[in-house]
Each structure stands twice: as structure tokens, then as C-alpha cells.
């Protein structure tokens, strides 16, 4: 596959989504161990729903990039700005590293900051929110490290395996917001 490096971080680069990675999304996408963390985990996934979700989302106007490995090119997961509103300036975020060896390794941190950068200083955003479970305390940690901040929680929103779950919110906006790539790529 080939990407495109939209936006370099040290470790790893986002790139434009490619239709031809649905197979491997579909890999991820029904991998319990990943997907448990996410709302995803319920969905009955073949691969040509995935392509069909991949067409529309590009289409829908959401920002959805590939994140992958700066030192050999390998795909490791996607992230998404979507539910984006340009009148207010705010949009949601969404990760998904579903490839595992990369776990835990800074990678989510990095992608995170790099299209938190991505959404303040190229699409001029100013709040954008995400949602996580509270049992997902790599993902809060990850979100904390990249400038989200936690502003709330939605009680007992998530039922799994007969325990309760609260939702927790977290948002960054851009005035807190330290660039990582933008500074030195695009000051004149
Ligand atoms: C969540 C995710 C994006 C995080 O990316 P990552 O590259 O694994 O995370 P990072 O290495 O950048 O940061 C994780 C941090 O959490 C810490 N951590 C890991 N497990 C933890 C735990 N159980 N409790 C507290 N901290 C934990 C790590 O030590 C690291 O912090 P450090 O760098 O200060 O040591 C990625 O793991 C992922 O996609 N997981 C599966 C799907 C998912 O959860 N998606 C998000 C849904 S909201």
C-alpha cells in the first residue's frame, strides 16, 4: 500500500484512508481485544460493509486518516474528526490502533496530537470532544498526554457483561492547544 505523509510526527505519519486497507480494518474490526474498548464491538462487520462504511465516511465530510509507522510504512490504526461543525468550530475524535504489537508505545499519544494539530490549525477548529469508558485508562492517559482534558462523565452509559460503565467526556480546545507540527511546517 502506498500512503501519503499528510502530517510527520517522530514516530508515525497520518495519511489519507485507503479503500484497499478494508480487509485489515475488518480484521481489526472483529477482534474482540481491540474492539471492547469502543462502541464498535456489537456491530456484525463483513467487508463489504466495511468498504461501503469507509466510501460514505470519506464522503460525509468527515477527516478520517490511516496512521502508520514512520519507520517502515506499516499501518497500524485510523483516526477521524467527525461530526464536524464549522459555524461553532467543534468536531468529535476518534482512535483506533488495531494493530496490538503497537500498543502502549506512544503512537496513539503522537497520532492523537498530530490531528488535534490537523483540526486546530489547518480546519480552525476550537473544541473538539471525544468520548472513552472509564475502564479504558490507556486511552484517558494517551488522551490526557495529547491536551484533552476530561470536562464530565454520562453514569452508567455503558452495559457489558452485566456491569455498569460511565462514559467519560474529554475535550481540548485551541487556545491550550501546543503545536506539534504546525509551528515549524507552516509559520511564514
Ligand atoms: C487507546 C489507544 C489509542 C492508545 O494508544 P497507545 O499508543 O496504546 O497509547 P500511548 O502509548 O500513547 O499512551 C498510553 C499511556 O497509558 C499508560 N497505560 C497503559 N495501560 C494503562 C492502565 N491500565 N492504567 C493507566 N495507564 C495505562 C501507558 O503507560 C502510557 O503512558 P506513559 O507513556 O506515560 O507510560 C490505543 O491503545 C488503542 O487504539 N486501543 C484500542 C482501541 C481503543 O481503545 N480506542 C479508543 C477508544 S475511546
Redesign the pocket.
Request: aromatic share 12%.
Given at each position: 500500500m502506498k500512503y501519503y505523509k499528510k502530517l510527520i510526527g517522530k514516530k508515525c505519519y497520518l495519511s489519507p484512508i485507503s479503500l484497499q486497507d478494508a480487509e485489515k480494518y475488518c480484521e481489526w474490526l472483529n477482534d474482540l481485544e481491540?474492539?471492547k474498548?469502543?462502541l464498535l464491538f456489537r456491530q456484525q462487520l463483513s467487508l463489504q460493509s466495511e468498504r461501503n462504511i469507509l466510501e460514505q465516511l470519506q464522503e460525509t465530510g468527515n477527516y478520517i486518516f490511516s496512521i502508520v509507522d514512520l519507520q517502515n510504512d506499516e499501518l497500524i490504526?485510523n483516526c477521524s474528526l467527525f461530526d464536524v461543525n464549522h459555524r461553532n468550530r467543534k468536531a468529535m475524535f476518534?482512535?483506533?490502533?488495531?494493530n496490538k504489537k503497537?500498543?502502549?508505545?506512544?503512537?496513539?499519544?503522537?497520532?492523537?496530537k498530530l490531528i488535534l494539530d490537523f483540526g486546530f490549525n489547518i480546519l480552525n477548529l476550537h473544541n473538539i470532544m471525544?468520548?472513552?469508558?472509564d475502564f479504558?485508562?490507556?486511552?484517558i492517559?494517551?488522551y490526557q498526554?495529547a491536551g484533552f482534558k476530561i470536562i464530565g462523565k454520562r453514569r452508567e452509559a455503558m452495559i457489558l457483561a452485566g456491569k455498569k460503565y460511565d462514559e467519560i467526556l474529554m475535550d481540548a480546545i485551541a487556545s491550550e492547544f501546543d503545536s506539534i507540527f504546525i509551528k515549524e511546517n507552516l509559520e511564514f
Amino acid at each position: 500500500m502506498k500512503y501519503y505523509k499528510k502530517l510527520i510526527g517522530k514516530k508515525c505519519y497520518l495519511s489519507p484512508i485507503s479503500l484497499q486497507d478494508a480487509e485489515k480494518y475488518c480484521e481489526w474490526l472483529n477482534d474482540l481485544e481491540v474492539t471492547k474498548y469502543t462502541l464498535l464491538f456489537r456491530q456484525q462487520l463483513s467487508l463489504q460493509s466495511e468498504r461501503n462504511i469507509l466510501e460514505q465516511l470519506q464522503e460525509t465530510g468527515n477527516y478520517i486518516f490511516s496512521i502508520v509507522d514512520l519507520q517502515n510504512d506499516e499501518l497500524i490504526g485510523n483516526c477521524s474528526l467527525f461530526d464536524v461543525n464549522h459555524r461553532n468550530r467543534k468536531a468529535m475524535f476518534g482512535i483506533l490502533i488495531g494493530n496490538k504489537k503497537y500498543w502502549n508505545r506512544g503512537f496513539g499519544t503522537e497520532a492523537t496530537k498530530l490531528i488535534l494539530d490537523f483540526g486546530f490549525n489547518i480546519l480552525n477548529l476550537h473544541n473538539i470532544m471525544l468520548e472513552v469508558f472509564d475502564f479504558n485508562k490507556r486511552a484517558i492517559k494517551a488522551y490526557q498526554k495529547a491536551g484533552f482534558k476530561i470536562i464530565g462523565k454520562r453514569r452508567e452509559a455503558m452495559i457489558l457483561a452485566g456491569k455498569k460503565y460511565d462514559e467519560i467526556l474529554m475535550d481540548a480546545i485551541a487556545s491550550e492547544f501546543d503545536s506539534i507540527f504546525i509551528k515549524e511546517n507552516l509559520e511564514f
